[in-house]
């Protein structure tokens, strides 16, 4: 089983601990007195940084938000206050990608930029790859950090990066096929967009060599019919992978893929929380990922809430590994899990309902609240030349199943619904009191 850094991906647990709390005194040590945005920040909270001697008392810090950080951006632009260092000491530049509101800047150093590369070094090795594979990057590469930093660790493990800019879906396959390809790195909604271009230009992808993808951006990777469906069109494995710009690339998943994925906790310390009340999830049980980034001295996010649902697993894997695991991966967002009757209801949950219908094109989810209920709604487009109202039938029974909630399943016309190219919003919520706010 290939490791990255097998020392600390296979220490005992206790070890871990001691490694973050080491790196953590060092990025305060760092940025104490330097970074403007901490130091406000926690004045106003009337923390000390120097009571901070274990990790039960990093837990006294306060959680950092997106929202605050966006503030930050908007008091000193274009870097933000919690640029630490002064700007000519960084490199890059880069920007979220604004699904969710207004772009936030993000800035490296060197050293935090190949901390980039490192930490992308472990999603590689992670899915198997050596210095013998060619890395298909099917990008016009952008402000949007993550596949950027693909680059960086490709470097680090020795593989070679093909840059597929520029280029549409064909172009992209041919040119796969043309110079070997061996990994592909993408969204899990353009895997299926490029496996529909096959089957249209009657491209054959058994002409590929590709054996591995590399998934990012969504949480389709970990959503097994999804998973399901890539492979089959693919005919090689899929493998996700988790990180946001303000973070960095905190997980990845291991070649014996135990259905989740592993947090890199010799650089990040993660912590599950109850998304309403803060106070630290029970054990297994779903919450909101809250995350510190121990590589980043130039602009660390420290407690950060990522806004992601996990579910935390600390069992050693059979791969060897420590780092603990989110199974399933990445869940959803924590402001899109709703209550419904008494079932928690998260986006990843419906799809790997829906994505066992091969007769289903394409589909869409409304919850509607009105007067503090919920109603789930599904829109499917169905693949022509089959029976609408039994596949409609089949997909309300299967939720049904799944949830033990009866869904209202309608049929939408062919092309009707939003089809992605790469990053899909298929799940909306909509307030049926006071009209719609799509999300
Ligand atoms: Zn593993």
């Not at 040590?29 to 945005?37: A, D, K, L, P, T």
């Not at 800035?107 to 999603?123: F, L, M, R």
């Not at 591995?212 to 005919?235: D, F, N, Q, Y």
């Not at 291991?254 to 009340?277: K, M, R, Y």
Request: net charge negative; proline share 5%.
């Amino acid at each position: 089983m290939p490791f990255f850094d097998e020392v600390n991906e296979t220490a005992p647990r206790e070890h871990l601990r001691r490694l973050q709390f080491d790196k953590l005194q060092k990025l305060l040590r760092e940025i104490s007195g330097r970074n403007r945005f901490y130091i406000k920040k926690w004045k106003d909270a009337g923390i000390v940084t120097d009571i901070i001697h274990s990790l039960s008392d990093f837990q006294k810090l306060p959680f950092t938000c997106k929202s605050e950080l966006v503030t930050a951006q908007e008091e000193a632009p274009p870097f933000g206050t919690n640029a630490t260092f002064s700007p000519e000491a960084y490199t890059r530049v880069h920007q979220t990608s604004g699904t969710t509101g207004t772009p936030m800047r993000v800035v490296d150093t060197p050293e935090s930029w190949d901390w980039w590369g490192y930490c992308w070094a472990h999603v590689l090795t992670g899915a198997g790859v050596t210095a013998s594979d060619r890395v298909f990057l099917p990008f016009s590469f952008g402000p949007f950090i993550g596949f950027w930093a693909t680059v960086e660790g490709a470097k680090r493990v020795g593989a070679m990066m093909i840059p597929g800019g520029g280029w549409d879906s064909i172009q992209r396959l041919r040119m796969m096929r043309d110079l070997g390809a061996t990994v592909v790195c993408c969204t899990p909604t353009y895997a299926l967009r490029l496996a529909e271009v096959a089957r249209e230009e009657h491209f054959d992808m058994q002409s590929l060599s590709v054996r591995a993808l590399i998934h990012a951006g969504e949480p389709g990777a970990s959503v097994e019919r999804t998973k399901a469906r890539i492979e089959a069109a693919w005919g090689a494995k899929c493998f996700d992978h988790a990180g946001a710009s303000e973070v960095g690339a905190h997980s990845f998943e291991c070649e014996l893929q135990p259905g989740g994925i592993h947090v890199i906790e010799s650089e990040f310390i993660a912590e599950v929380i109850d998304p309403q009340t803060g106070k630290e999830a029970a054990a297994g049980e779903i919450g909101e990922l809250v995350i510190t980034n121990l590589g980043r001295p130039g602009f660390p996010v420290i407690r950060y809430r990522t806004g992601d649902l996990v579910r935390l697993n600390l069992i050693p894997c059979a791969c060897g590994r420590t780092f603990a695991r989110f199974d399933g991966g990445l869940l959803g967002r924590s402001d899109d899990m709703v209550t419904i009757r008494g079932v928690n209801v998260y986006p990843t949950a419906i799809e790997n309902v829906i994505r066992q219908f091969g007769s289903v094109d394409e589909f869409q989810v409304t919850v509607t609240t009105a007067s503090e209920m919920h109603q789930l709604e599904v829109e499917i487009e169905v693949v022509p030349g089959n029976d609408s109202e039994h596949v409609r039938t089949h997909v309300e029974q299967a939720i049904y199943h799944a949830l033990s909630l009866r869904p209202t399943v309608k049929v939408a016309k062919p092309g009707t619904l939003a089809h992605f190219e790469m990053k899909a919003r298929r799940f909306r919520r909509v307030d049926g009191a006071s009209g719609t706010r799509p999300r």
